[in-house]
C-alpha cells in the first residue's frame, strides 16, 4: 500500500480522534473494540484509515505524533497565558509537520 506525503490530510471524525487517544494510553486493539463498543476489525479498519491519513505506519507512530500535538497544543497554550486542557479536540483538525 502506498502511502501519502506526511502532512497531507488531517484526522476529521469524532471515532478517529476517540481511537488516536485509545492507542496512545496503550489500549489493545480488543480493549478498544470494547471500550467503544464494537468489534476489533472495524478498531483495525480505523487505524488503517489513520495510518493512511497521516502518513504513519503503526501504533507505536501513532502514538508518539498524538504526544507531539499534545505538546504543541500545551506550549500555545501556555504562550498565549492560558491553560491547556487536553481533549479530543485538542488534536482535531492536527497535521503532521
Do not use: C
Not at 479536540?89 to 497535521?95: L, N, Q, T
Request: net charge positive; hydrophobic share 35%.
Amino acid at each position: 500500500m502506498l502511502r501519502k506525503q506526511r502532512g497531507n490530510e488531517q484526522v476529521h471524525n469524532r471515532r478517529e480522534q476517540q481511537i488516536i487517544e485509545l492507542v496512545a494510553q496503550g489500549l489493545t486493539n480488543r480493549d478498544i473494540a470494547g471500550e467503544l463498543r464494537t468489534t476489533e476489525y472495524v478498531i483495525k479498519n480505523h487505524l488503517r484509515t489513520i495510518y493512511d491519513k497521516l502518513g504513519l505506519w503503526n501504533r507505536v507512530e501513532l502514538a508518539l505524533w498524538y504526544e507531539a500535538r499534545q505538546q504543541e497544543n500545551r506550549m500555545a497554550a501556555e504562550s498565549k497565558g492560558g491553560t491547556f486542557r487536553p481533549d479530543s479536540s485538542s488534536i482535531a483538525g492536527s497535521e503532521i509537520s
